[in-house]
């Protein structure tokens, strides 16, 4: 069973940076985070598959980096320049298929962590 903790959510000001992490346990090659604001839909922030190549969101592009450290089974986004409209759920996923890291649509990601909260203030 591959279970997902995520860590490093908090309290920032516009203009900051934080650094989520995630433990996963379980094999898996296409892995990513999300993102839920309150009453909006879940959105794809950033995916990276066995090989290290990345996608992001439009959204993010030049300000967040999605890497892993696969000797610590640990998926990491760093989020500089933080916004206020970056403020959400933030959520890791992953799945055992390869092709799913092309893209950031949720439903095609088996297995989710908890979450951890952003809140980015201006």
């Known amino acids: 069973q591959v279970q997902l903790v995520e860590s490093g959510g908090g309290s920032v000001q516009a203009g900051g940076s934080v650094r989520l992490s995630c433990v996963i346990s379980?094999?898996?090659?296409?892995m990513a985070w999300f993102r839920q604001a309150p009453e909006k839909e879940r959105e794809g922030v950033a995916s990276?598959?066995?090989?290290?190549?990345?996608r992001y969101a439009d959204s993010v592009k030049g300000r967040f980096t999605i890497s892993k450290d696969n000797a610590k089974n640990t998926l990491f986004l760093q989020m500089n320049s933080l916004k206020p409209e970056d403020t959400a759920m933030y959520y890791c996923?992953?799945?055992?298929?390869?092709?799913?890291?092309?893209?950031?649509?949720?439903?095609?990601?088996?297995?989710w962590g908890q979450g951890t909260q952003v809140t980015v203030s201006s």
């Open positions: 996923a992953a799945d055992f298929r390869r092709l799913v890291s092309k893209t950031l649509v949720p439903t095609e990601y088996g297995y």
């Open positions: 379980g094999f898996v090659n296409s």
């Open positions: 990276i598959d066995v090989w290290g190549i990345t």
